[in-house]
């Protein structure tokens, strides 16, 4: 089953974390991989972040976290 990204990002807009996580740790494509590290950012665990940014074939951006929100919302179009 492939995940549903906007669901994630909604709720972790929504300050869900747990649940956003939850749905997403569970999926290896590049958007989820890195929607993953923006929640790891979220959480301020900046090594582990890295870590799933880097399997969604991106680095840890230098961007805001409202900002990064953004770019990955935007990503939905694409997917």
Known sequence: MACNH?????????????????LVQVHGDVLSCQIHGYLHRVEGDLSNASYWYSRGKSSLPKNTLDEEFARLYAKLAEA
């Not at 906007?6 to 939850?22: F, I, Q, R, S, Y």
Request: hydrophobic share 45%; charged share 35%.
């Open 6 to 22: 906007k669901e994630v990002l909604d709720l972790a807009k929504a300050g869900n974390w747990e649940e956003a996580h939850a």
